[in-house]
Structures are given as C-alpha cells and as structure tokens.
C-alpha cells in the first residue's frame, strides 16, 4: 500500500527558530510533492510543491527533496506564532492526478 | 466570487435524510476531487472528476452519490447516512496535463454532522 508518513507531533518550537517538518513517502515512483497548510477547523491552503531533488525557497519556506532516500521536509525560518498549524504532506505517486496525504504535523510555534 | 466554494459550510442531518453538497470552482481547473477528514485521519480522497468524467471511486459507500455536471461544479448526494460519517468534507479542483503539476486547491469545506 503507498504511504505517507509524518510524525503527528505536536513539535514545539520557540519564535524565531526554525522549525523542520519531514515526510517520507512509500513510492520510488512518486513525481510531485506538495506542502499544506491547516488552521484548526479551516481547509488545507497550499504552500509550496516541489518535483526535484534540492532545495527549494519560497520567501521564509524551504522546502527540500531527496528521492534517493525518499524523504521530503519543509524548513520554516524565523517561526512566528501565525504559523502554528498543521502541514500536510502529499505526495503524486503515478501518472493519475491523484494525491496521497500524509496524516500531518501539528507546529506550535511558542511567543 | 474566487476560488473554490462550498455550500452549505454546516449540515447537521438525521440518518434518514437525504441532502446534497455543492462545489464551485471559479479557477479554470478541469479536475475536481471530493475528500473527508475525520478527526486523527488523514485525508481520504472520495472521488475525482476529469473533465466531468469519473476517474476513481476510492471504494465509498453507495449512500455517497457525486455528480459532476460540468468541469466547474460537483455535487455530492447524500442520503442514508450512518454517525460515522459525520466529517469535514472537502471539495479541490487543479489543472491536469500539460505543464501542470497538479497542485490541489480546496475549498473551505462542509463539516456534516449526522445524528
């Protein structure tokens, strides 16, 4: 069965400091990779994809691939309060459009 | 109206009652997904729509009936349900082919509570 693991939390992490979300996925296959965003009772709000192995920046957002391993996290920089929420992995594991979610990882960023 | 809207955003129905969820997307996609969240689940992918035609049915229930009538809509038809399907549900829409990657935008969601 394809898999999307994350580790549910919650990770606590001071304002100001980084905060390191990982993911690992089943599929060797899988080509696209997707972060989301979850406030409490909203929908996910998507923050960044990436489909190559490397980093990749969207202002405070790092997202980073390794196929090779099979792990996809994402880096959140000087973490404020606003970005507590649950970040959801996904993951585009064939030709189809259609995503696997990982169960999430609930972030507190503490003032 | 922008992005993906659902309507209505709260449902409270008994086990007998039949309703129906609507999707709206105004972003030009040609996808449209159904999905629920249940509480310490991960999201669980219902159905997909690619231009209007049903491509996966991830094994729901029957009581669950979507119907998609043009690439901007998607209706799910509820009827019979049982407690345990009391959930969040969520509508996305993405571009497929081409270019596109496929990323998911969804809409604000209906929570349905089914007494």
Not at chain 1, 45 to 54: D, P
Not at chain 2, 65 to 85: A, G, K, R, V
Not at chain 2, 87 to 101: D, F, I, R
Request: net charge neutral; proline share 5%; glycine share 8%.
């Amino acid at each position: 069965q394809k898999e999307v693991e994350q580790n549910s939390g919650p990770l606590s992490v001071p304002e100001g400091a980084i905060a390191s979300l990982n993911c690992t996925y089943s599929d060797r296959g899988s080509q696209s990779f997707f972060w989301y965003r979850q406030y409490s009772g909203k929908s996910p709000e998507l923050i960044m994809f990436i489909y190559s192995n490397g980093d990749k920046e969207d202002g405070r957002f790092t997202a980073q691939l390794n196929k090779a391993s099979q792990y996809v996290s994402l880096l959140i920089r000087d973490s404020q309060p606003s970005d507590s929420a649950t970040y959801l992995c996904a993951v585009k594991m064939d030709a189809g459009n259609m995503l696997t979610f990982g169960g999430g990882t609930r972030l507190m960023v503490k003032p | 109206e922008t992005g993906v809207t659902q309507t209505p955003r709260h449902l409270v129905m008994g086990m007998t009652n039949k309703k129906s969820l609507k999707c709206e997307q105004h972003l030009g996609h040609n996808a449209m997904y159904w999905y629920k969240q249940s509480a310490k689940k991960p999201l669980e992918l219902m159905f997909v729509y690619n231009f209007k035609e049903q491509t996966e049915n991830n094994s729901v229930p029957s009581r669950f009936s979507p119907e998609c009538p043009n690439s901007s809509h998607l209706f799910l038809h509820l009827h019979t349900l049982q407690p345990e399907d009391s959930a969040l549900y969520l509508c996305a829409s993405s571009q497929v082919g081409g270019e596109a990657y496929n990323e998911q935008f969804f809409g604000p969601g209906t929570r349905l509570t089914v007494l």
